[in-house]
């Protein structure tokens, strides 16, 4: 199997708290982790691509000092949602692609929903 | 840009078959997918097919593709109400780094 592992799972905490979000996978090797956010009833919006090892690379109109991506390892990335507002709360969903040759199918967390007060 | 478009709502018969939809415009795709995100969860991949392949089943689950047309179809044989979830098409490939573009997800609702 593939099983990626996302903690935590729901989030809630007072406006200007900075909340770290991890995305671990569990029996594979994942060079390539994605974040993505999803707003009720929407489709996911991927906010950036984390690289193990290198700088992540955001999606237009994401701003990289909010969403602090870390990808320190093959089985860890986290996601620091810095100074959190209301409207950042969402439904948070990591992704990650097996190290391989060829593309891979992405594998997804089972999610964190953030509510910020 | 790519685009995948799906139907927002299907209504099905528990026990009938369920075939849910999807075009894409991108030509060079290499892979399709069809997750599942049931109520609170993140997504689980159900099966993706090369686009060299016209067809893949795996137990209840046949995936036809018609590439000419750039159309996609999961068919779920005797749709049970544990099947009741959001169902999202996907694609990659075509050189962007393997970033998945994905439909805005087809809400499968399973009538008594």
């Known amino acids: 199997g593939a099983v990626v592992s996302q903690h935590p799972s729901r989030v809630i905490c007072k406006s200007g708290t900075s909340v770290k979000i991890e995305c671990r996978s569990l029996?594979?090797?994942?060079?390539?982790m994605f974040w993505y956010r999803q707003f009720p009833k929407q489709s996911l919006m991927l906010m950036a691509t984390s690289n193990e090892g290198s700088k992540a690379t955001y999606e237009q109109g994401v701003e990289k000092d909010k969403f602090l991506i870390n990808h320190a390892s093959l089985t860890l990335s986290t996601l620091t949602v810095t100074s959190a507002h209301p409207e950042d709360s969402s439904f948070y969903i990591c992704?990650?692609?097996?190290?391989?040759?060829?593309?891979?199918?992405?594998?997804f967390g089972d999610g964190t929903r953030l509510s910020i007060l | 840009g790519e685009d995948v478009e799906q139907s927002l709502f299907l209504s099905v018969r528990e026990g009938d078959s369920s075939v849910i939809n999807c075009t894409y415009t991108d030509s060079s795709s290499t892979y399709l997918y069809w997750y599942k995100q049931e109520p609170g969860a993140g997504l689980q991949l159900l099966t993706y097919?090369?686009?060299?392949?016209d067809m893949k089943q795996d137990q209840r689950l046949t995936v036809l593709l018609n590439k000419k047309d750039k159309h996609l179809s999961l068919r779920i044989a005797d749709t049970q109400t544990g099947d009741s979830a959001i169902y999202f098409c996907?694609?990659?490939?075509?050189?962007?780094?393997?970033?998945?573009?994905f439909g805005k997800g087809t809400r499968l609702h399973i009538l008594p």
């Open positions: 097919i090369f686009s060299n392949m």
């Open positions: 992704s990650a692609r097996k190290s391989g040759v060829g593309p891979q199918p992405q594998h």
């Open positions: 029996d594979f090797q994942a060079t390539t």
């Open positions: 996907a694609e990659s490939g075509g050189g962007r780094d393997d970033k998945i573009i």
